[in-house]
């Protein structure tokens, strides 16, 4: 009894009412863009100071959305808009919540340029050889994670390695490394 | 504006050329035609005809087999004519092809590879309310070929 007057009532209300949704949606109070579901997956957006540019979201993409470019001091990370599928495995696995997927539905643009979301992250200098590394921020990152998880016993002087080995590249530090007295010293 | 540009923009006719891919975007498509995403609110109506047709609305990763006829379909059009590759397979191919450049052994390439093409809807299936959004772009674009 109670699916069947469910059902009439539905039905009368399909009858009288409008069934076509109004384009475009709601907006919400501080942003431009209109939404259809508050918490839809659609347009990216960076955090341009919390993205370290660690590569994480290009590993883990399904679809080789995101590419990353390595030119000099830069080190821009881009995502494709025409590629994704808007799985948001970028935004679960980023160990800084740097990307997110916003709910903006209107992306459609006349030239294929528009489709890129770039974020540039600028990279470090090597104090020898002058070849860039990786970028600053992300060194930085990693040496703070590993320090809070580094034994107590070895925290100082690791601490006060990686100030000197951080500013060379790996085949520098194997060339010159006798010159920063740090193998010989004893650890606890 | 004179009476034939009028009547076009407020009643631009697409065409749906389906070419390949896994019919997502096409059902999509379908969904933009019922009543609850309305179309037919800015006068568009689909036409199984592309000498009627403003607007050729292509969706999927255009195969090798099916490349010749998106080209005598865009032929057949008559001008002023605008393309939409709806969805990430027809704007790029997709997750049908990889981006390391040597390509499918079964596609043709995208469809701006084919034909000139005008408005890029991007999504996976885009949503019904993008694909909307990307015919009113069109419109647009038809009235300043016109």
Redesign the interface.
């Known amino acids: 009894m109670g699916g069947k007057t469910k059902l009439l009532e539905e039905v009368t209300q399909n009858l009288t009412k409008c069934?076509?949704?109004d384009?475009?949606?709601g907006t919400w109070p501080g942003k431009k863009f209109s939404y259809?579901v508050p918490n839809g997956r659609g347009k990216h957006e960076f955090d341009k100071e919390k993205c370290i540019g660690c590569q994480a979201c290009r590993n883990v993409c399904?679809?080789?959305t995101i590419?990353i470019l390595d030119k000099n001091e830069e080190r821009t990370v881009s995502v494709?808009?025409?590629?994704?599928?808007?799985c948001g495995r970028c935004m679960f696995d980023c160990p800084e919540d740097a990307i997110k997927l916003t709910p903006q539905?209107?992306?459609?643009?006349?030239?294929?340029d528009d489709?890129y979301i770039n974020n540039v992250v600028e990279r470090s200098k090597c104090k020898n050889c002058g070849e860039y590394l990786f970028p600053d921020k992300q060194l930085k990152r990693a040496r703070e994670r590993i320090l809070a998880e580094i034994d107590e016993r070895v925290r100082k002087v690791f601490e006060e390695d990686t100030k000197i080995y951080l500013d060379y590249c790996s085949d520098c530090r194997k060339k010159i490394g006798y010159t920063m007295n740090t193998l010989t010293r004893k650890y606890y | 504006m004179n009476l034939k540009q009028k009547s076009r923009l407020y009643s631009p006719w697409v065409f749906h050329a389906h070419c390949g891919g896994c019919n997502n975007c096409d059902i999509e498509v379908a969904a933009v035609l019922a009543p609850r995403f309305d179309i037919e609110r800015i006068g568009a109506q689909l036409k199984n005809n592309p000498r009627h047709a403003d607007i050729i609305l292509v969706t999927g990763p255009v195969p090798k087999h099916s490349a010749p006829f998106l080209k005598r379909v865009y032929d057949q059009t008559p001008k002023p004519k605008v393309v939409m590759a709806v969805g990430g397979c027809a704007v790029d191919c997709g997750p049908y092809q990889r981006d390391d450049g040597k390509g499918n052994y079964a596609l043709a390439g995208a469809t701006d590879k084919m034909i000139p093409v005008d408005v890029y809807v991007p999504g996976c299936p885009p949503k019904p309310e993008s694909i909307l959004h990307g015919v009113v772009l069109a419109v647009s674009k038809l009235a300043e070929k016109d």
């Open positions: 069934v076509t949704i384009y475009p949606g259809i399904p679809n080789y590419s494709f808009l025409g590629r994704c599928t808007f539905y209107e992306f459609a643009s006349t030239s294929r489709l």
